[in-house]
């Protein structure tokens, strides 16, 4: 299962709870956020990413752009201007600059192309080994947004630097937003190849969404893997919780912190996982982030060390 993007059955019925009492008790101070020029009004989307959303959203660390229906809350909607673009719902043309108001989905018809580099940054293994991992997205609709996604791709470092094979894994994923405005939540599957050789499939399945506050952005995409092959060589289930914190200090720097609670299910609390992680998004434009995080993999589990360290730079490019 995958780190980067992705205990859900223990706390995610908590998480969920609290983040949809707090967004009722929050959306009666938001105020709704101001058009730009010859666009209709931006309501705050909810992202994922596949990292972030309310609307179809997303994530991650990144953004899956797409629509975001409708500010949440007490806005009188009949006053609002009908000409154009729903107020809330985002096209490739009005694609929020801000990665806190991106949907958890991509807008009907964009498509985004997603490169990271990633660079064993752990003691002594610095550049052992290092890979470049794309990802491909594309919005069905504002609702449904689908991808060819990798947790490593292309592992470049050779054989001798800890690459097994130059490329071993990839994933299907799909996200369909069913609740949108300052709360973005939506459902995330996906058919993950683990290894082609021999053939490791798994399918994930899991909640994803965004909530926004002001300035402030909170990402979630709590997931269970199931194993599907090679289960005895130890393809079985496990759980991932990641979570994002974003503040958007200005409308093109968006700095965020990142943790999570990871682990097989199977002798889980001998085996826990926890990450913790810095970084951060710029955008140049509504069509290209660029940014990077810094990653301790298991900085507070089972067995935690500040040893181990992986560096992510990336690029999004949306279409």
């Not at 190849?193 to 909170?218: A, E, H, L, N, Y």
């Not at 990077?292 to 360290?309: I, S, W």
């Amino acid at each position: 299962m995958s780190n980067r993007r992705s205990l859900w059955t223990i706390v995610l019925p908590l998480a969920l709870a609290l983040t949809l009492g707090a967004s009722s008790a929050w959306a009666q101070d938001e105020d709704p956020p101001a058009a730009a020029p010859g666009a209709a009004p931006d309501v705050m989307p909810v992202e994922s990413t596949p990292g972030e959303a309310a609307a179809s959203a997303e994530v991650s660390a990144g953004a899956e752009g797409s629509v975001e229906v409708g500010a949440t809350g007490s806005g009188d909607m009949q006053a609002m201007p009908m000409s154009g673009p729903m107020p809330g719902i985002y096209t490739k043309d009005n694609w929020p600059l801000e990665l806190v108001k991106r949907p958890i989905v991509l807008a009907k018809g964009m498509i985004e192309v997603k490169a990271d580099l990633l660079v064993n940054m752990s003691k002594e293994l610095v550049g052992k080994p290092f890979s470049l991992s794309p990802d491909i997205l594309f919005g069905v609709n504002d609702k449904l947004t689908v991808g060819l996604t990798h947790q490593t791709g292309l592992c470049l470092a050779g054989e001798d630097n800890g690459c097994a094979k130059v490329y071993d894994d990839a994933a299907i994923e799909a996200i369909y937003a069913f609740l949108t405005g300052e709360l973005d939540v939506g459902a995330h599957v996906a058919l993950e190849f683990v290894g082609f050789d021999p053939m490791t499939v798994g399918f994930d399945v899991g909640i994803t969404g965004r909530f926004r506050s002001g300035k402030v952005g909170v990402s979630f995409d709590p997931q269970l893997y199931i194993g599907l092959t090679e289960r005895d060589a130890g393809n079985k289930e496990q759980i991932g919780i990641p979570v994002q914190i974003a503040y958007q200090v200005s409308p093109r720097l968006a700095p965020f912190a990142i943790v999570g609670l990871f682990g097989a299910l199977e002798d889980f609390g001998n085996n826990f996982q926890v990450p913790v992680g810095v970084g951060a998004l710029y955008s140049i434009s509504n069509k290209l982030d660029v940014g990077g995080q810094f990653v301790f993999p298991n900085l507070a589990g089972k067995n935690n060390t500040a040893d181990a360290r992986v560096l992510d730079l990336f690029v999004n490019f949306r279409l």
